[in-house]
């Protein structure tokens, strides 16, 4: 019995969460064409194009691009649910990778966006 309890703990010292392993950040890349658009993640302006940014998971749902002469674009980020979670939260009944974040990932993880001149 001894040997047994000895294995379980031994077993949780090996546990790994998303958090630890993917993180709670994702670099996504954002390109325009014609380029030097500027680019907004949820209305807070995050510089211009073409543009990497390391974007907080739990955070981020939509991307305005926009450039004087062409028409403003806004694109919805999609997250796709990584299943492997699913273990932590059985194994050790952690939800910490739902909180953070680090179950999900931006799909996809690049965004380009053909701007279209403006009719005004």
């Known amino acids: 019995m001894h040997k047994f309890l000895v294995l379980i703990l031994f077993m949780f010292t090996l546990v790994s969460c998303s958090s630890i392993i993917k993180g709670t950040s994702q670099v996504i890349t954002i390109t325009s064409s014609p380029s030097g658009a500027s680019v907004s993640v949820d209305g807070s302006p995050m510089g211009r194009t073409p543009l990497s940014l390391s974007l907080k998971k739990n955070a981020y749902s939509a991307i305005t691009i926009s450039k004087d002469g062409f028409s403003t674009q806004i694109r919805q980020m999609q997250k796709s649910y990584d299943a492997i979670t699913l273990l932590n939260i059985f194994w050790d009944l952690s939800t910490t990778d739902m909180i953070t974040g680090a179950a ?14 403006s009719t005004n």
């Open 104 to 117: 999900y990932e931006y799909q996809p993880n690049t965004f380009h966006f053909e701007l279209e001149k």
